[in-house]
């Protein structure tokens, strides 16, 4: 990777510009970027001057959420008839809770 370098004086600092286009970013692109920002400074770092940042927690938070939604989907299947209300609603805030953890371990804190 090639960067380009503008002297100041006695500095030279690299001439990065701002990445072009506009990225949804949601929830989980969020936990994401906090994730590597505060414990993966490296990665962060090389996303950063690359230009390649927004675009690839753009893509981490898409993919996430359609795994989330699949897993909602999932477990939204095996939930007990709706006549039992109080039932169904814990039923699915425990699925809520599970396909978050899933989520969270497969795409926010992976390795």
């Not at 299947?77 to 809520?96: F, H, I, L, S, T």
Request: hydrophobic residues 40%; contains cysteine; glycine residues 6%.
């Amino acid at each position: 990777m090639k960067i380009d370098y503008i002297k100041h004086g006695d500095i030279c600092l690299p001439a990065l510009k701002a990445p072009e286009g506009t990225y949804e970013i949601g929830r989980f692109g969020r936990m994401y970027l906090d994730h590597i920002k505060k414990n993966r400074r490296v990665v962060y770092s090389q996303l950063m001057i690359k230009g390649t940042l927004l675009k690839h927690v753009s893509q981490i938070d898409k993919h996430a959420r359609q795994f989330y939604e699949n897993l909602m989907k999932d477990f939204a299947k095996d939930a007990p008839p709706m006549e039992r209300q109080m039932e169904w609603v814990g039923y699915m805030n425990n699925a809520r809770h599970s396909a978050e953890e899933i989520v969270m371990k497969e795409f926010i804190f992976e390795e």
